[in-house]
C-alpha cells in the first residue's frame, strides 16, 4: 500500500518504520520545519523499549538511554527517604531495560532510522477526504497526496481525530503545571544513577539520568490553567512554590536555565473510539493523549505502532479488517492506562488532599514491591511482553 503518516512525532515515526518493513511506501507529513518537543526528555519503560527492539533499534536506544538503575521517593520538606529501592528486578523480571532519554536524541535516532528525505517538513495537514479508491490528504501549502491508507500521529491537538469523530474534542486540564528541563548531572540533586522524586504539598520534583550525564529534570505545581508565562520568572517562581523545600531542590533551581526549560500545563483527553475509519487511523497522542503522570504515553504511541504493522499484516488483504482488529487490541489498553494515570495524578497533585497525605504514608512503609508490581502491570499488559 502507499501510506501517508500525518506527524513526525515518536508515534508517527515508530509506524512508519512498522509499516516500511513489510514493504509498504510510506510517506511522512510533518507541519514543522524542525521539531522542538514540549519537554527535555521522556522515561521509556520495558514495553516501549521493547517496541524499539523489534524495529531492531535496540542499540540504537541504549546508546542515548539514561543508566538508571533505582528509585527514590523523599520528603521534600524534611529530606527524610521515603523509600528507596532498586529496579533491576524489575527488569530482569520483564526481560527489557528502561530508558530515560533526551527526547531531541530520541527523535534524531528515530528521523535518521526513518531517514529524513522519507519525511516531508513544513507540510501542514488541513484536510482530508477519503473516497472508494483511497484517501486524500490535503496541506496548508496547496498540495494534496492521495493514498490507500492515513495514519493521524499529529497529537494532542490532532486535525485527523476530527476528521474521524466528526467533531473537535475539547481536552481536559489535569490541575497541574510542568517545567521541566535537562542539567548537567551533579550528585549535590541526587544520585546519579536513581530516579529521585522529592514530594510533598502536592508538588513534586523529579530527576532522572540521561545520557551525556544530565539529569531529565521536572517540577510539578499543582495551579489553575491560563496563567501568565514568562520564561524570566521561572526561577523567582519556582523557588517561591519550593520555598523550604530541601537543599538539593534549591540547588536545582539553582542550576537550571530558564531558556532551555519548557514549563507545559497538563492535560488528557476522555477515552474514545473510533479510532478508525474506511481508509484513516489515529495513532498515539491523537488516539489517547494522556496526563505524564505514570510516563506511558509515548510508550502506548509506540506500542501502537507495532501493533497496527502486525494488525494490517494478519489481515493482509482486508484493510478494514485490519484496521478493525488494530483499534480492538489497542483502545482497552490505552483506556486502562490513561485512567490509571489520570488517578494517579489526582494522588500525586492533591486533588483529594487527605488521599495524598494517605499515599505519603503509605510511601513510608514502601519496600518497593507495590511499586515494582504497578509497573510490571503497565510493562506487562503491552503487546510485546
Ligand atoms: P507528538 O509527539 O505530539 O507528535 C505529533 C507530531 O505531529 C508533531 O511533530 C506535530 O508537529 C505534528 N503535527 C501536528 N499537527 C499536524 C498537522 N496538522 N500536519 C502535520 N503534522 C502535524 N510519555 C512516556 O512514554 N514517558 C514519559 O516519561 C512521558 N513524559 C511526558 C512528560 C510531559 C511533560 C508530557 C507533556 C508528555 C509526556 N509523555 C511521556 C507523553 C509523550 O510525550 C507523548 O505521548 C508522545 O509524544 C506522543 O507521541 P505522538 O507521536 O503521538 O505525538
Same mark, same amino acid.
Given at each position: ?39 527535555? #526528555? ?5 514495553? &516501549?523499549? #521493547? ?41 530482569? /523480571? ?20 526513518? &531517514? ?188 501502537? #505502532? ?15 479488517? &485490519? ?5 480492538? /487490541? ?19 497533585? /492533591? ?35
Amino acid at each position: 500500500m502507499k501510506i501517508s503518516v500525518v506527524g513526525a512525532g515518536m508515534g508517527g515515526l515508530c509506524a512508519g518504520l512498522a509499516l516500511r518493513r513489510l514493504g509498504h511506501e510510506v510517506r511522512v507529513y510533518e507541519r514543522v520545519r524542525e521539531i522542538r518537543p514540549v519537554g527535555a #526528555a521522556i522515561s521509556l519503560w520495558s514495553n &516501549g523499549v #521493547a517496541c524499539l527492539e523489534r524495529l531492531e533499534l535496540g542499540d540504537e536506544i541504549a546508546a542515548i538511554g539514561g543508566d538508571l538503575r533505582a528509585m527514590a521517593y523523599v520528603d521534600g520538606l524534611s529530606g527524610e527517604t521515603m523509600t528507596a529501592f532498586s529496579l533491576d528486578p524489575l527488569m530482569q /523480571a520483564v526481560g527489557h531495560r528502561a530508558y530515560p532519554v533526551s527526547r531531541a536524541d530520541l527523535q534524531a535516532m528515530l528521523i535518521s532510522a526513518f &531517514g529524513r528525505g522519507d519525511i516531508r517538513f513544513g507540510t501542514e495537514l488541513t484536510d482530508l477526504h477519503e473516497g472508494a479508491d483511497g484517501v486524500t490528504a490535503v496541506f496548508a501549502d496547496g498540495t494534496r497526496e492521495q493514498a490507500d491508507l492515513l495514519i493521524g500521529a499529529d497529537g494532542a491537538h490532532s486535525v485527523v481525530r476530527r476528521h474521524v469523530l466528526g467533531k473537535v474534542v475539547v481536552r481536559r486540564y489535569a490541575g497541574y503545571v510542568n517545567w521541566n528541563g535537562l542539567v548537567s548531572m551533579d550528585g549535590a540533586f541526587a544520585p546519579v544513577d536513581r530516579w529521585t522524586t522529592f514530594v510533598g504539598e502536592g508538588k513534586r520534583v523529579s530527576l532522572m539520568p540521561v545520557s551525556g550525564r544530565r539529569f531529565y529534570f521536572f517540577f510539578d505545581v499543582p495551579l489553575p490553567s491560563g496563567l501568565e508565562n514568562n520564561r524570566a520568572d521561572y526561577k523567582a517562581l519556582l523557588r517561591a512554590y519550593f520555598g523550604g523545600w530541601v537543599p538539593e531542590v534549591q540547588a536545582l533551581i539553582d542550576a537550571i536555565e530558564p531558556e532551555t526549560t519548557n514549563r507545559v500545563e497538563i492535560f488528557d483527553i476522555d477515552p474514545f473510539v473510533p479510532w478508525v475509519t474506511g481508509r484513516v487511523a489515529l495513532l498515539g497522542d491523537a488516539a489517547h493523549n494522556t496526563t505524564p503522570d505514570i510516563g506511558q504515553g509515548g510508550c502506548m504511541a509506540m506500542e501502537d #505502532a507495532v501493533v497496527l504493522a502486525e494488525a494490517l499484516s494478519r489481515h493482509d488483504g482486508s484493510l478494514d479488517a &485490519g484496521l478493525q482488529a488494530y483499534e480492538a /487490541a489497542r483502545a482497552p489498553r490505552t483506556r486502562e492506562l490513561v485512567l490509571k494515570a489520570r488517578r494517579r495524578c489526582e494522588i500525586t497533585h /492533591a486533588a483529594d488532599p487527605g488521599a495524598t497525605t494517605r499515599w505519603y504514608a503509605d510511601l513510608r512503609r514502601e519496600d518497593g514491591s507495590n511499586i515494582l508490581d504497578g509497573l510490571m502491570k503497565n510493562i506487562l499488559g503491552g503487546p510485546l511482553s
